[in-house]
């Protein structure tokens, strides 16, 4: 049995939609006016719907009809958090993404694009990564609950496809930053972490305590990047395999070089200290875009530097109203 596909404009459901990459889908979509004509976008948060219950599941999805789900919602925190609680983000991660899939399955839902992880990549590998080797080996052990759990939707889609005929997708976003996101210092992503660090160093004339050597390598990538591309997968992307969405090779920077360009768009003029005892991490998580550039060979990627700077100067105009 194949997946019907509903006639007339899309009612597209954005799970997570409170979070770094579904306020940026919501701004592009309303703000870049990248709406069709009869077209209605959902944006939902944990504040409307827990996921981890599949009772409140399908009571949002009662709710909105969706024909089209972008399955963003996840639990997740920075690289420390997920060490402590790897359990925890396996298990609410798991009844998630199953709840999720499960309930557009009965609801005749047309096309699902999930987000799953950079980390989900093998940790012993060769580089680069492409989306034919995400289940060649473990993940790395600092956050294998989440890792694996994101792997499952890759398994799930392709279970759905081959039971139902059904069009659920993923892509794999490197490390995204921008405006919304969660910068607080323990339990926020990298670069935003970083961000807010530099914020409070500046403020109370000390060094900057970067945890780590700054050696690990990472490619980063804007939110309105991603976003767009999203979008561009919901409507374009046909395969059901994922497809790794990132800035190229010769982009990766490492964190030293990131922690540089957030001091300069900050004008922190103090000490850069890097704690070595703290854990660096994955050194790196290099991955191909060369499936990306088949489809999109043009794709203009927003420069990493003014990207940084332009999410500096949001967190410094919206400090009172940014998640720290």
């Given amino acids: 049995m194949g997946s019907e596909n509903n006639a007339g404009p899309m009612r597209v459901l954005v799970t997570g939609g409170s979070g770094l990459i579904g306020k940026t889908i919501e701004h592009v979509v309303l703000k870049e006016d990248r709406r069709l004509e009869g077209e209605e976008w959902f944006f939902i ?64 839902v047309t096309k699902v694009v999930s987000c799953l992880s950079s980390c989900i990549f093998p940790d012993k590998t060769t580089y680069p990564i492409d989306e034919t080797m995400i289940h060649n080996g473990p993940p790395h052990d600092s956050n294998f609950g989440y890792s694996y759990a994101k792997r499952m939707i890759d398994i799930q889609n392709r279970a759905y496809f081959q039971q139902y005929g059904h069009r659920y997708t993923s892509v794999i976003p490197s490390n995204v930053f921008g405006p919304h996101d969660n910068f607080n210092i323990e339990n926020g992503h990298v670069l935003s972490a970083l961000m807010h660090k530099t914020y409070k160093a500046k403020k109370n004339g000390t060094p900057l305590n970067v945890w780590g050597s700054g050696a690990p390598q990472r490619q980063f990538i804007y939110s309105l990047d991603m976003g767009r591309l999203i979008i561009w997968a919901l409507r374009e992307y046909n395969e059901i395999d994922p497809i790794i969405l990132t800035v190229g090779e010769e982009d990766e920077v490492t964190i030293k070089d990131a922690v540089e360009m957030i001091a300069e768009s900050l004008e922190f003029k103090g000490q850069i200290l890097f704690d070595t005892t703290m854990s660096d991490g994955q050194m790196k998580k290099t991955a191909s875009n060369a499936k990306l550039r088949r489809y999109l060979p043009n794709f203009p990627f927003t420069p990493l530097k003014e990207a940084i700077k332009m999410t500096c100067d949001w967190f410094v105009a919206n400090y009172d109203t940014a998640r720290t």
């Avoid at 009772?55 to 709710?63: G, I, W």
């Avoid at 919602?73 to 402590?84: E, P, W």
């Fill in 45 to 108: 948060s944990s504040k409307e719907a827990d996921l981890v219950d599949l009772v409140q599941t399908r009571a949002v999805f009662e709710k909105y009809r969706p024909t089209h789900v972008i399955h963003l919602a996840a639990k997740v925190g920075g690289l420390y958090l997920h060490m402590r609680e790897n359990l925890h983000f396996l298990r609410d991660n798991l009844r998630i993404n199953d709840n999720v899939l499960q309930t557009a399955h009965e609801m005749g």
